[in-house]
Every structure is written in C-alpha cells, then in structure tokens.
C-alpha cells in the first residue's frame, strides 16, 4: 500500500482528501504543519506528498524548497490562489505539479495515479547514455564527468524524452504529454516554465547547459 503524506493547515480539507484517496487504496498521513511533515518525510515511507502553499508558520513553497533538500519524492502544490505567478513559483521550488481549490475529485486522483505510475515504473536498463551525459533512471540523477544534479520527477521524465532522441525537436505538446501523462486542462508555458528551472539547476550544478539545451524558437526544446 502507497502513503501519501497529506499537508494541510485546515483540519477539513485533510478529511476531505482522505475522503478521496483511501477509498482507493492509498494510505494517508495527515499533518497541519510544514516543520512536523518534513519530520515525517525524514522517518516514514512515504510515496508522494499533497502540500498546500498558504499554511502558517511555514508556507508550501518553504516547505518544498526544504524538501528538496534531501528528497526526489513527487510533490503536488494545491493552492487556492489562481495567480500564474503562484504556479511558476511552486514549480521552481521543485514541486512536480499543482493543483487548483476548488477541484474535482477525479482530477485529483488522475494527477496522484500518473506521478506515482511514473516513480514506480520500473525499467531493465538504469542508464541511459548520450556523449558524456549519464542519466540514471534509478536514481533520477543527471551526470556530467564531475557534475551531478538530482531530478524532480517532471525533470526527469522531460530530459529522459530529449537525451533518448537526440536531436529530434520536441513540441511544447509532446513534451506536456510526456511529463503529464493524463489528460490535462495544463497550460502549455509550464513546459516552459520548467525548461526554465531545470536550465537554472543544471547550470549551478556546473553543467554547460547552453552547449547542450536548445531552443527551436516557436516550437519547442531538444537535446544536441
């Protein structure tokens, strides 16, 4: 059985996603503060965290930042605030996806199912290699001779499609549907947006990301 950590500051919306997920089999761990759920992530077996942004004490995208820390596990922001800007700010904490209050039960469970579907995929071979990039699929990490990042779960699923068909020119849709595998209302800039945050963390991490990450302007991203 799959847990899922739940953070929350209201007590209600806590019971209403269990409401949600236990009937699906899924193990819940409900928590109201940011600080005592890292603790958790630090101790427990946990799959994949809900994490709502506006909380006292320590706000989601702290928390995720934090999270990131020492965790790939797959974080899903909810937020009630509609603001792009919100959005684009979660994922460059590292957060893999987010979700809008109020939402739908079913969408919510479509976007649980296909991050977990993904993180548990199991596959034979644990590397992939392009020139002198090693991507390995057991441990979501990207390496470079003596550079190294480690990937969201987003992050990972992009460069897996880019560096397994160098030089094919990806669409921003292609690449949607290939980080989200379900069926998504997702605007599109948020491949964007995480092509932006994935350039930033490569680059810190020492790789020559300009060599490599291109841009075909008006369609898409690839790897050369």
Same mark, same amino acid.
């Given at each position: 059985?799959?847990?899922?950590?739940?953070?929350?500051?209201?007590?209600?919306?806590?019971?209403?996603?269990?409401?949600?997920?236990?009937?699906?089999?899924?193990?819940?761990?409900?928590? !109201?503060?940011?600080?005592?759920?890292?603790?958790? /992530?630090?101790? *427990?077996?946990? %799959? =994949?965290?809900?994490? +709502?942004? @506006?909380?006292?004490?320590?706000?989601?995208?702290?928390?995720?930042?934090?999270?990131?820390?020492?965790?790939?596990?797959?974080?899903?922001?909810?937020?009630?605030?509609?603001?792009?800007?919100?959005?684009?700010?979660?994922?460059?904490?590292?957060?893999?996806?987010?979700?809008?209050?109020?939402?739908?039960?079913?969408?919510?469970?479509?976007?649980?199912?296909?991050?977990?579907?993904?993180?548990?995929?199991?596959?034979?071979? !644990?590397?992939?290699?392009?020139?002198?990039?090693? /991507?390995?699929? *057991?441990?979501? %990490? =990207?390496?470079?001779? +003596?550079? @190294?990042?480690?990937?969201?779960?987003?992050?990972?699923?992009?460069?897996?499609?880019?560096?397994?068909?160098?030089?094919?020119?990806?669409?921003?849709?292609?690449?949607?549907?290939?980080?989200?595998?379900?069926?998504?209302?997702?605007?599109?800039?948020?491949?964007?947006?995480?092509?932006?945050?994935?350039?930033?963390?490569?680059?810190?991490?020492?790789?020559?990301?300009?060599?490599?990450?291109?841009?075909?302007?008006?369609?898409?991203?690839?790897?050369?």
């Amino acid at each position: 059985m799959q847990t899922i950590l739940l953070v929350d500051d209201e007590q209600r919306m806590l019971n209403l996603l269990e409401l949600f997920l236990v009937p699906k089999g899924y193990r819940c761990i409900k928590e !109201t503060s940011g600080i005592k759920a890292i603790d958790i /992530l630090k101790k *427990e077996k946990v %799959s =994949l965290v809900l994490l +709502d942004v @506006m909380m006292p004490e320590m706000d989601g995208w702290d928390v995720c930042k934090l999270i990131r820390e020492f965790s790939n596990i797959p974080i899903i922001m909810l937020t009630a605030r509609t603001d792009k800007l919100d959005v684009i700010k979660g994922l460059n904490t590292g957060a893999d996806d987010y979700i809008t209050k109020p939402f739908d039960d079913r969408e919510l469970l479509a976007r649980v199912h296909a991050l977990l579907r993904r993180s548990s995929d199991g596959t034979a071979d !644990t590397i992939i290699m392009f020139k002198d990039f090693v /991507l390995n699929t *057991e441990m979501y %990490s =990207l390496h470079y001779y +003596d550079c @190294m990042s480690q990937l969201t779960l987003k992050e990972f699923s992009i460069i897996k499609a880019l560096i397994s068909r160098p030089t094919k020119t990806y669409t921003r849709e292609e690449l949607l549907n290939v980080a989200w595998e379900y069926e998504t209302e997702t605007d599109i800039r948020t491949v964007d947006s995480h092509m932006r945050n994935l350039r930033d963390k490569l680059k810190k991490a020492g790789f020559p990301t300009d060599d490599f990450l291109k841009t075909a302007w008006g369609i898409g991203y690839k790897w050369c």
